[in-house]
């Protein structure tokens, strides 16, 4: 995000920066396209890039498992997509990451 820019997600949501085609895989090292056809149901992925301090459970907070910087799988279909400075990003809840890429 620009430095002008930020979002500071609540609670137990996550923002994530979608990953390029390059980075996700779709286009291949000589440029070929993979058709969406191919990954259409696919979970999405993405980079953390600002996460929330996390969520109370009967008066305790529960920080969150994932942290700025990890690569993440998360439901294609569990975001809310917002435009900032230009970039695109999904501000997610965590229960909605199936999983951290390592």
């Known amino acids: 995000m620009?430095?002008?820019?930020?979002?500071?997600?609540?609670?137990?949501?996550?923002?994530?920066?979608?990953?390029?085609?390059e980075e996700a895989g779709t286009v291949s090292a000589s440029g070929i396209i993979i058709p969406d056809t191919v990954s259409k149901e696919k979970p999405e992925q993405g980079i953390v890039?600002?996460?929330?301090?996390?969520?109370?459970?009967?008066?305790?907070?529960?920080?969150?498992?994932v942290k700025e910087g990890d690569r993440v799988l998360f439901s294609k279909y569990g975001f809310d997509e917002v435009k900032v400075g230009g970039e695109t990003y999904c501000i997610?809840?965590?229960s909605n990451?199936?999983?951290?890429?390592?």
């Open 49 to 65: 890039v600002a996460a929330g301090p996390g969520k109370y459970d009967d008066g305790t907070l529960v920080p969150l498992t």
């Open 92 to 94: 997610v809840a965590e």
């Open 2 to 21: 620009s430095e002008k820019t930020t979002i500071t997600p609540l609670y137990d949501r996550v923002v994530v920066r979608p990953l390029s085609p």
């Open 97 to 102: 990451i199936l999983g951290i890429i390592t």
